[in-house]
């Protein structure tokens, strides 16, 4: 953590001051004066890229700043001074950063050099043209009502609490009590829950009607025909479109729910019941105990380093930068956030990994991703650009799922030999698990914006349908009511619209890894890291293709993978 917050530049600057506090505006100000100014000077294509080098380096130098600031608050909640120092990023600096940046932006978008950069600028040249098109000023105000909104969301949903065993308890924490092999705590717990947030369903459903007012406004004004056609181009989903997502919904509804539907037929077998319900769907069907793989820390880093060093000598060592330089927080203890994260300090160039390690399986899995997530932040680092040091989201998570796949066969150096096949299994079951949740979450969002006149009524009917086509076969009889309401906990949906099927294109791209991994694993490394070493800077169709994947989510590709999948199931079978 020390050594983190020391670590060098990885380039010298040439622009910036060494001496300059990136949180005093004042300090700033001359700074983007001088951005300003130097781009209306440029005569050339050669003075934008000059341009763009200075301006990389003062984007890199502020998230580094506002990263530093978020990991210290993170790893020490109950250190005032670290949250104020944070605070101050997000409510002072921050806001008066963006719109100085997005006039830079405009300044660059209608500069006729811009036009004649060299083709390694086309994605980043897209990416502004695209952010400039979309700004209107009368939009600002309504993003704030939505963010305003969105924080309700949050208060409504972490305010619900139930009390079981004697105690209250938040619906995260109540929710493990589905992993126990007792039923009859099962149920009630369950039910607890179900009743808890059906006393809050019409205040949900109120703000979601909120929230599509205000979004379809949003899409209008910037001269959009529906909130989904702006969403695509505003998270610049270039590569690929709406009718794209419907198919792979298609996809999954014919290749993916059957195995779902067939694990589920299994569980219940192995239950020994005549019907699943719903409180039957998270518990091990085995009744197994839960995983320990390890004690400390010191020993998830050490085994989890053994297994990236056999799988490939250049991923050991860059285990071994985030190990020697202390990129890492792993402790569960007082005072720290929740949760687990990756972060780049884009300055530095490196990455740092933030965990609550307690030495429970889903330890490992956190680890396995999120250095999945680090060693794309290592292999990019020489892109020139900052903003071509990060990749979309759809290929980002195909570095880190892809790795857990990637390294699933190793997890003997924490398990024995009937332990790993069922981490294994487990694992994979998860990701057919996932694919239907997933199209129900996105198909639901393309018929809402593309019917913004519906009523209460249709929307729930709409849902219900979309339970028919990807659900599970457990009964909710006596259960209507929540049944019709389950998106309600799923926060994409009011947060973060149309942002769930990243990861479902992800998922393809890294079992995609994993069945090429399969027949020839030394290859197979050779293009993850030829593809994570590109970052951000060619579209995604690239980027996939660089790691000898294809950037598809037609039957073509899902139909051979799901019988992988199967047949993998099999073997790991026990
Ligand atoms: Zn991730």
Not at 326 to 348: F, H, I, W
């Amino acid at each position: 953590m020390l050594k983190a917050m020391q670590t060098s530049h990885f380039a010298p600057r040439h622009f910036l001051p060494e001496t300059i506090d990136l949180t005093d505006t004042a300090q700033l100000a001359p700074v983007f004066d001088q951005l300003s100014a130097k781009l209306d000077a440029v005569q050339s294509s050669a003075d934008v890229e000059a341009w763009l080098r200075d301006h990389s380096e003062v984007s890199a130098a502020l998230g580094e700043s506002s990263s530093v600031a978020y990991i210290a608050m993170t790893c020490q909640t109950d250190d005032e001074a670290k949250e104020k120092a944070y605070m101050h990023i997000v409510e002072v600096v921050d806001p008066w950063l963006k719109p100085r940046q997005f006039a830079l932006m405009q300044k660059l978008a209608s500069s006729p050099f811009f036009a004649q950069l060299p083709p390694l600028y086309d994605v980043f040249r897209r990416s502004v043209e695209t952010q400039v098109k979309l700004y209107r000023e009368e939009n600002v105000a309504r993003e704030t009502a939505v963010a305003k909104l969105t924080q309700q969301y949050q208060k409504i949903s972490g305010a619900m609490t139930v009390q079981f065993d004697g105690q209250e308890q938040t619906l995260p924490r109540i929710s493990r009590v589905q992993e126990e092999p007792d039923r009859a705590r099962r149920e009630a717990a369950w039910k607890l829950v179900a009743e808890r947030r059906r006393q809050d369903a019409d205040k949900l459903e109120e703000l979601y009607g909120q929230l599509l007012v205000l979004r379809n406004e949003i899409a209008h004004a910037a001269g959009f025909a529906d909130f989904r056609a702006y969403t695509f181009a505003s998270y610049e989903r270039f590569d690929y479109t709406p009718e794209d997502c419907l198919r792979f919904h298609d996809a999954v509804e014919h290749h993916i729910v059957p195995l779902a539907r067939e694990l589920q037929e299994e569980r219940r077998k192995k239950l020994g019941l005549d019907r699943l319900r719903p409180w039957d769907l998270a518990v091990d069907p085995d009744q197994n105990p839960p995983l320990h793989p390890f004690k400390e820390s010191p020993e998830l880093l050490a085994k989890c380093h053994e297994i990236f060093a056999t799988l490939d000598p250049r991923l050991g060592e860059y285990y071994h930068v985030l190990r020697s330089q202390e990129l890492v927080d792993l402790d569960n203890r007082k005072g720290k956030a929740p949760g687990g994260y990756q972060s780049t300090l884009p300055e530095s160039r490196v990455p740092f990994i933030f965990m609550n390690a307690v030495g429970a399986h889903r330890d490992v899995e956190v680890m396995l991703h999120e250095a999945g997530h680090a060693f794309h932040a290592l292999a990019s680092r020489e892109q020139p650009l900052h903003a071509y040091r990060s990749a979309p989201i759809e290929f980002c998570e195909v570095a880190s799922m892809g790795m857990e796949l990637l390294a699933a066969p190793h997890l003997g150096a924490f398990y024995d030999e009937n332990e790993a096949k069922r981490a294994q299994r487990d694992h994979l079951e998860g990701i057919i698990k996932f694919f239907p949740w997933m199209a129900t979450v996105d198909a639901f969002q393309h018929w809402i914006y593309t019917h913004p006149t519906h009523t209460r009524e249709e929307r729930t009917a709409f849902w219900l349908s979309l339970m028919d086509r990807f659900g599970g076969t457990e009964d909710w009889s006596g259960f209507a009511s929540a049944r019709a309401n389950l998106w309600h906990r799923q926060l994409h949906i009011f947060e973060i619209p149309f942002y769930y099927v990243e990861y479902g294109i992800a998922q393809l791209g890294a079992l995609q890894l994993w069945q090429a991994s399969r027949r020839d694993l030394p290859a197979t490394l050779d293009h993850y890291l030829k593809g994570l070493s590109l970052g951000g800077s060619r579209p995604l169709p690239e980027l996939f293709e660089a790691s000898g994947l294809k950037f598809d989510f037609t039957d073509k590709t899902i139909a051979p993978l799901m019988r992988n999948v199967k047949d993998a199931l099999l073997e790991l079978a026990c």
